[in-house]
């Protein structure tokens, strides 16, 4: 066994250091499966002085290391770039405690995120992030990727409800970011929020604190079908625009209505719809009343064929089971699927979706579209086959075409599945040189050695540069961007 192995087992029980081929198959890539890389070995830390233990150790040695939760990230973002070793946190799955009076709970990072809100539901609590992956996905990774769902809509993003976290800094050091131990909003810098989204390049979470939200006395979830997908976004354009603030507005294709219909998600979705739009209100009973009128007369307005609203929790359920279900209906398709990640306004909704549309027969790809439509956050999704190279560079293609489509219309790369390793090439599309210098130098003040996550998220010139040259890298990226800025 190697030395640094040998080490990393006398740290840790020697069945929570993985190394050989076969044992670290598991960790080879998220669920952006076009790229792949496997880590130098895997270790499994229970807590926060475990964590800081080996990133001691790795320090000392200069070796890279990638944090990772459940592996659901959609852009290659815990998959090991340069012989990185994987720092898995879905171990640390403690709830610490909850804060029913404060309304805050502080838990480890590998806490699902449907856990906690299962843990809090008999205080009449939740936690309000729901990302589709919510019954597999760690509170860890939503706060690397700054993670969104369906109900972000109103309540916003993982941002929005991260007070704090205690972080192991990559040197091996630790600090307590936000206020790491109760409910009070950032006094200082809200070094908090700049961790949050910072997939992973920053260090690793090991205690974080959440703000948690009290259960809507009511909620009312409708599901209306249309005959074509701009009468779903026009509805959606118009609901946003009378002022109603719907807890989740969402939107499948036909293509993705069948293969949930055909799969174990099935929902009772008409199969005969072009689309199907989910639209969710919560909040005081009477003023639910008022609104699903509003939302009803809306949807005929806009030609909706039929409107189903749900009567009790299980019906609710059912009707989200489609959307929930969906990327997992594709599974039916073909064996890998390429979920894309773009953000539009919402008025340019039904262009993207006409423009998303011939770009997949371009490049004769299989795409499927469901989406937070309230957000104009879309998931165009490319079933393909990725054991054909022929067919996987046509699914590159396409998507890199789609995501520039998405910023010529004013939007985005990436609405919350981050930028990873699968966008890293795209990000000057949106970031001027001067922006990314900016975030070069955020970065190197927390991994000034450049170990922690390396080939994420940001473009760098002679990325395999050794990890000794980083701070003269970022130097060198600094110069080279702003003299062609300048140029
Ligand atoms: C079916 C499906 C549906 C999805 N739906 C949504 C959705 O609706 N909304 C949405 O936003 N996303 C969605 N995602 C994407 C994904 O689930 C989220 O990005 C999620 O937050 C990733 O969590 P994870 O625990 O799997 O993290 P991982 O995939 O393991 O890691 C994600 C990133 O976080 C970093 N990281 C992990 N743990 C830590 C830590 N403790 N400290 C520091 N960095 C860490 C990793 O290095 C990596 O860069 C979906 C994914 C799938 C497969």
Redo the contacts with the bound molecule.
């Keep these: 066994m190697p030395a640094l192995e040998r080490e990393l087992t006398a740290l840790l029980d020697p069945r929570r250091v993985l190394h050989t081929p076969d044992a670290l198959l598991a960790w080879e890539c ?2 952006f499966t076009v790229h792949r890389g496997r880590p130098r070995a895997v270790v499994l830390p229970d807590s926060t002085v475990e964590v800081q233990s080996v990133l001691r150790l790795l320090h000392r040695e200069q070796v890279p290391f ?9 852009s290659g ?2 998959t090991a770039e340069r012989d990185a070793v994987v720092v898995d ?1 879905s171990r640390m799955r403690e709830v610490l405690e909850i804060s029913t009076a404060d309304l805050y709970a502080v838990v480890q ?1 590998g806490v699902v995120n449907l856990d906690l809100s299962a843990a809090t539901h008999g205080h009449g609590l939740h936690y309000a992030p729901d ?3 919510q019954s ?3 509170i ?6 700054n ?4 109900h972000c809509f109103k309540y916003g993003m993982t941002t929005d409800h991260v007070l704090g976290a205690v972080v192991v800094l990559p040197d091996g050091s630790i600090a307590r970011l936000g206020d790491a131990a109760g409910p009070r909003p950032p006094h200082s810098l809200d070094l908090a929020g700049v961790f949050c989204g910072s ?2 390049t920053f ?4 205690e974080i604190t959440v703000r948690l939200c009290r259960n809507p006395e009511a909620i009312r979830t409708i599901l209306a079908s249309f005959g074509s997908m701009a009468a779903a976004c026009r509805t959606v354009s118009r609901i946003v625009a009378t002022g109603l603030v719907p807890a989740a507005l969402e939107i499948l294709d036909a293509a993705t209505i069948k293969a949930v219909e055909a799969s174990v998600y099935r929902a009772g979705y008409p199969e005969d719809a072009a689309a199907v739009l989910l639209v969710e209100l919560d909040g005081p009973a009477d003023v639910l009343a008022e609104e699903a009128v509003e939302v009803a007369a809306i949807a005929r307005e806009n030609g909706a064929l039929r409107l189903e609203e749900a009567t009790d929790p299980a019906e609710r359920k059912r009707l989200w089971k489609g959307r929930k279900g969906a ?2 209906a594709m599974g039916r398709l073909n064996t890998d699927l390429y ?1 894309l990640d773009g953000v539009v306004p919402r008025t340019r909704l039904e262009d993207a979706l006409d423009g998303i549309g011939q770009i997949a027969a371009r490049h004769g790809v299989v795409l499927t579209n469901v989406f937070h439509a309230g957000d104009g956050n879309l998931h165009p999704n490319i079933s393909f086959d990725g054991r054909d190279p022929e067919q996987t560079a046509r699914v590159t293609a396409a998507g890199r075409e789609i995501l520039e489509l998405c910023v010529a219309l004013g939007g985005s790369i990436t609405g ?3 930028v ?1 390793r699968e966008k890293i090439d795209y990000v000057p599309m949106m970031f001027r040189p001067d922006d990314l210098a900016v975030m070069a130098r955020v970065r190197a003040v927390f991994d000034p050695d450049g170990r922690c ?1 390396p080939g ?1 998220v940001l473009p760098q010139r002679g990325a395999c540069a050794e990890p000794a040259k980083w701070p003269q890298m970022v130097a060198r990226v600094l110069d080279i961007e702003a003299g062609e800025d300048r140029a």
């Design positions: 998220d669920g990638v944090p990772r939760g459940a592996g659901t990230c959609l973002g815990p946190c990072p990302p589709s992956s597999v996905c760690t860890g990774g939503n706060l690397a990727e993670s969104g769902g369906p997939e992973g260090g690793i979470a090991t990327f997992g979920v919350e599945h981050g990873g996550n994420k």
